[in-house]
């Protein structure tokens, strides 16, 4: 049985065992969904006032935060309870647990919690870019579909590499979903907004940095035909390969820690 098998097999037995509590999954997702969807009402409250920010229409703006969303939310369908939050599975033992069965740890803990809670966002987001492009405000042919599937694909990578650095941390720290929250949480938040908008210390922090811009920002320029200069489109081509690249680096960097995890002695 292969990995994928063994996944959905997961997925399947969590779904039922989530419908003996159902009241709880529905309220789970209905929280999630009106929070994000506020998000997008917020942007369209401000263009609407404003007519735009820093040059980004509403509809512009739903790509932009949709993008970001989006692959933040795939990415924690599969990583956001098992391995951003590693360190609560290396409190109560139950990391020692896996290091003595014959999949890779890393796949275990994929399968070992599905984020049902980010279905609801993944809902809200795809119901904004529906109504973006149905806008005819963004025009998407047939090479800019392809070009966004790469994105997003790019886009998980960046989002998935992320949560995989932060759940690390844990091999050294418990503490390590405090470094998430200002590293991941609070900084990636900026992307919700147009890099232009921010002092160029900000800009080069996303993107040299911590490349968060990567994940949206550079992306929507191409996507939208709102790059003016070399240095954007290259950045908007490059992106799904540096996403490629950074889960690589992640997963080996997930490895290093565990071979040295020595336990919390509880």
Not at 141 to 167: D, E, N, S, W
Request: hydrophobic content about 50%.
């Amino acid at each position: 049985m292969g990995f994928l098998d063994i996944y959905f097999f997961y997925i399947r037995k969590f779904f039922s065992a989530r419908a003996e509590y159902r009241l709880n999954f529905w309220i789970g997702l209905v929280a999630n969904f009106i929070t994000y969807f506020f998000t997008y009402i917020t942007y369209w409250i401000i263009t609407t006032e404003l007519a735009d920010i820093a040059g980004w229409n509403f509809s512009q703006l739903c790509m932009l935060y949709g993008t970001s969303l989006l692959t933040y939310a795939l990415a924690g369908t599969l990583l956001w309870y098992s391995v951003y939050n590693l360190s609560e599975l290396i409190v109560k033992g139950t990391l020692d647990v896996l290091l003595i069965r014959p999949m890779g740890v890393l796949r275990q803990l994929i399968c070992n919690r599905f984020g049902d809670t980010f279905l609801a966002q993944i809902l809200v987001t795809v119901i904004f870019l529906g109504v973006a492009v149905s806008r005819q405000e963004i025009p998407l042919g047939p090479g800019k579909v392809i070009y966004f599937i790469l994105i997003l694909i790019g886009g998980v990578c960046i989002q998935a590499a992320g949560m995989i650095a932060v759940g690390t941390l844990s091999f050294w720290t418990v503490k390590s979903q405090e470094i998430g929250d200002i590293f991941y949480y609070k900084i990636r938040s900026l992307t919700k907004y147009p890099l232009s908008l921010f002092p160029v210390i900000i800009q080069k922090l996303l993107t040299f940095i911590l490349p968060w811009a990567f994940i949206n920002y550079y992306p929507c320029l191409l996507l939208l035909d709102k790059d003016s200069t070399k240095f954007e489109m290259i950045c908007g081509y490059l992106s799904p390969v540096i996403g490629v690249l950074l889960l690589i680096v992640s997963v080996k960097f997930f490895y290093f820690g565990l071979r040295h995890y020595t336990g919390t002695g509880s």
